[in-house]
């Protein structure tokens, strides 16, 4: 299923309620989607009171610099790949005062793939301060937009997930 704006608007709706009733503080870490998830985050109206922020680090230098993502973990295993997704939430939740975070990156398309990692391979964590909850590895099909689309959705969808599980 590829979501639409309305899909995601609603779903971001409904994690910001949730945040709220917590009195939870959100940011994202974010590669491939290149700030889609806090752009639909964004779109909606007193988010601020449950987004705190987002940092766009496309480049490998990018998620070192401003994450603190080793420079081991990126030339051992890349970008996109469970260690990077990990330190990149932490790091992200480190320099920052959110209680949740999420951190995503993939290989869009439609160049970048490889046989280990094919385009539309997307990793992503989420966290809370110093303990990361979950780091999922996604393989989604469709052009970049599909892709990205389908990896704002399970990013939105995470957040919502362990929030309810508490």
Not at 88 to 95: N, S, T
Request: with cysteine; glycine share 10%.
């Amino acid at each position: 299923m590829i979501p639409d704006d309305a899909l995601l608007r609603s779903l971001a709706a409904e994690l910001g309620e949730q945040l709220v009733a917590r009195n939870m503080l959100m940011a994202t870490a974010e590669s491939c989607t290149g700030g889609w998830v806090s752009k639909i985050i964004t779109d909606l109206d007193g988010c601020s009171v449950w987004f705190e922020c987002a940092l766009v680090t496309y480049h490998n230098e990018a998620k070192h610099a401003l994450l603190g993502v080793s420079q081991q973990t990126l030339n051992d295993y890349g970008a996109v790949s469970q260690p990077a997704v990990k330190e990149m939430v932490l790091g992200l939740l480190d320099r920052c005062n959110a209680s949740i975070g999420v951190s995503i990156s993939g290989i869009a398309g439609p160049g970048g793939g490889s046989d280990e990692k094919p385009v539309g391979t997307v990793w992503m964590a989420w966290a809370r301060p110093g303990q990361v909850l979950e780091a999922v590895k996604f393989q989604f099909e469709g052009d970049r937009e599909a892709v990205r689309r389908q990896a704002v959705y399970q990013a939105l969808l995470g957040v919502k997930r362990l929030l309810d599980n508490g």
